[in-house]
């Protein structure tokens, strides 16, 4: 099945290109700039911030180094097969002077998010930083380890459990947290406990109310988009230099392991609900729907520690991910961190999280949640602000200063979202998509009018000259929005392709975000060099999808259902899992495929465990072998199931995103 299961790819460097429809000739057209080299305009651009922000200030780079105890040694680590998941030294080369080619803030960030190792944050406390997206926090028990976010894989997390186990000593892991239901907080479960000891150890593992059903729904339905716009946020396709990928922002990178999930024993909702684990009392504060659908704090009263999970790091977040996912609430972003810092910000002499390092001392921890909290209300007020006077999404993206507070305290700086796409995402969170002009509510498809727009402009030499000269006066922007229309009009044409990669080049060097870097370093990639074409990337496998609801399977089914493919006329299919006791009975019709997890009456019933119908729809076996082994019974119409999964589309992952 080709779709997306998680917000996490893994995939390898490759690049090949892909047909594209035909256009009028290019033509003449001026020579693009060279590949990977800062123009004196982005230099100064990069320049003017490393003069007006303090990236002297050696706070962060003290927090980011105390309690280093040992690194892990190796050059990678390795999966299974032997293959790399981590590279150790990827991003040695970010030490020293920013360069030209990137954003001097963004280099500091990266730099103090590199930092490998594992590091002692209070006596019982220990964190496992830089070798995946996210932190692994390690507790002391009584009897053994509770960790905190076992990472993206099992490979990574292993490796940081071996890491704890040598340098501390061995001792058992005695319960499990995942703060939120983003897989780079719990996809790596099995590199540090498994079923077996779960059931055999009473091994709790707890996670937040909602937990099971947002982990497994975010991106059962738009899996496959929402993965292959990750490609571009993450970079996963473009090397880790000065000239691409430095860092996301919110960590390092994307570990290229396995990705899992163990099932909470509990999820707990409410605020300062009360868990005691292997002799540690933790007091969990409920903040879902703010970062995550599903995500709790938690704080350590013995320890006097607030753990912010992922709701307030050394960052602002994103309000929207330019992956794609559900838009987020920022006014109740804002709301949670100000009850964190009333109720515990005078009893807390430490804050960590689930990214980044940690804040140290009562007033350094109360004015990091304070400044958290005015980053979220901010966007927040001044986006309905200006909207409610009449401003448009980009208008009022276009207006909102940067709040005075951001030029002091990096934690609240864009090194992930922004504060013009997030304003744009919270006018999305109120307003929709549409900017209330009548020309944009059923606008022509880009496709459709590029070629007009060009034809209007005096054909394509002259949009690619005009194009140039913004880029030669270093307005990059304005240059990418010609040379787009220029792509989308001829498509086949190189050297528009090469002239807008060289001005969104220019702008990814010039960015703050990570993900913004990498989104324009890899669409300028893909513009010089083809839509890569990896193979199929790892979007699923039988251990995560069991996980998911058997109604829930079935509507990601029916989301790829195409009734232009139905042969036959409109039937009813019934699906009994011999292991649940569930039955599915799905409605094809002529225009949508219904499912409903009730019994009925079909053409055709099949019964069959869930878990071999999840191997049928990820391709690892086929209804033929199923049934010659007996593992699977067919009654009814032959034809009818046939019918039904012959329908289903199987989208490609590798489709054009930055041209048509």
């Known amino acids: 099945m080709k779709a997306g299961w998680l917000a996490i790819l893994t995939v390898a460097l490759a690049a090949c290109g892909q047909p594209q429809p035909d256009a009028p000739d290019a033509g003449e057209a001026p020579d693009a700039p060279p590949a990977g080299q800062a123009t004196q305009a982005t230099a100064d651009a990069n320049a003017a911030v490393a003069a007006r922000l303090p990236l002297g200030d050696e706070g962060d780079a003290e927090d980011a180094a105390r309690g280093f105890l040992a690194a892990i040694e190796a050059d990678a680590i390795l999966n299974d097969e032997g293959g790399v998941v981590w590279s150790i030294p990827q991003f040695d080369f970010i030490e020293g002077e920013a360069p030209a080619t990137v954003n ?11 930092k490998h190792g594992l590091f002692e944050v209070a006596d019982g406390i220990w964190q496992v930083r830089g070798y995946d997206l996210s932190v692994m926090s390690v507790i002391e028990g009584e009897t053994g380890w509770i960790i905190v976010d076992p990472l993206t894989v099992r490979e990574t997390a292993a490796a940081g459990l071996k890491l704890v186990n040598d340098t501390l000593g061995e001792r058992p892991v005695t319960g499990v947290i995942y703060t939120h239901s983003h897989a780079d907080h719990f996809g790596g479960a099995r590199g540090v406990v498994s079923e077996a000891d779960i059931a055999e150890r009473g091994v709790p593992v707890i996670a937040p109310e909602g937990f099971t059903e947002s982990a497994v729904a975010e991106n059962l339905l738009a899996g496959n988009l929402m993965q292959r716009r990750a490609v571009l946020m993450f970079g996963n396709t473009i090397p880790r230099s000065a000239e691409a990928v430095v860092g996301t922002g919110l960590g390092p990178g994307l570990p290229q392991g396995t990705t899992g999930l163990v099932l909470p024993t509990e999820e707990v909702g409410g605020w300062g609900t009360v868990r005691v684990i292997d002799g540690v009392t933790f007091e969990f504060m409920d903040a879902g729907g703010t970062e995550a659908p599903a995500e709790f704090m938690f704080y350590l009263p013995e320890k006097r520690a607030l753990c912010s999970a992922e ?7 994103n309000v929207l991910t330019p992956r794609g996912a559900k838009v987020r609430d920022a006014r109740k972003w804002s709301r949670v961190i100000d009850r964190a810092l009333a109720d515990y910000g005078d009893r807390s002499d430490l804050v960590f999280a ?34 409610n006077a009449g401003a448009t999404m980009t208008e009022a993206a276009e207006t909102i200063p940067e709040p005075g507070f951001s030029t002091e305290d990096f934690s609240t700086r864009g090194y992930y979202g922004t504060l013009n796409h997030n304003s744009k995402a919270v006018y999305q969170f109120y307003y929709g998509w549409w900017s209330g002009v009548p020309a944009d509510y059923h606008a022509l498809p880009r496709e459709e009018t590029a070629s007009r727009y060009v034809e209007a402009m005096g054909g394509l030499d002259a949009v690619l ?32 392709k090469d002239w807008l990669a060289g001005a969104y080049e220019q702008l990814g060097f010039q960015a703050e975000s990570g993900a913004w870097r990498s989104y324009y370093l890899t669409a300028a990639s893909e513009l010089r060099n083809g839509v890569p074409d990896a193979g199929a990337p790892n979007l699923g496998n039988a251990d995560f999808l069991k996980a998911v609801p058997t109604l829930d399977l079935f509507d990601a089914l029916a989301s790829r259902y195409n009734p232009e493919k139905l042969a036959i006329d409109p039937f009813s299919l019934v699906f009994a899992f011999t292991d649940t006791g569930e039955v599915v009975t799905v409605e094809v019709g002529r225009d949508v495929a219904v499912p409903r997890l009730a019994d009925g009456e079909g053409a055709a019933r099949l019964s069959l465990t869930r878990g071999d119908f999840n191997r049928l729809i990820l391709g690892q076996t086929s209804a033929r072998a199923l049934i010659e082994s007996e593992a699977m019974t067919l009654e009814g119409q032959m034809t009818a199931p046939a019918a039904f999964l012959g329908a289903l589309d199987q989208p490609a992952f590798w489709f054009p995103v930055v041209t048509p």
């Open 104 to 114: 001097p803030s963004l280099w500091r960030q990266s730099g103090l998010a590199a």
């Open 311 to 317: 709701v307030a790091t050394a960052t602002f977040h």
């Open 354 to 387: 689930s990214h980044h390092w940690p804040t140290w001392g009562q007033a350094n921890v109360q004015q990091f949640l304070k400044h958290q909290r005015d980053v979220y209300r901010y966007v927040h007020d001044q986006t309905l602000r200006r909207a």
């Open 465 to 496: 000259s005009r194009g140039a000269e913004a880029f030669e006066d270093g307005d990059y922007r304005w240059a990418a929005e010609l040379f787009n229309q220029a792509v989308f009009a001829a498509p086949e044409s190189q050297p528009a």
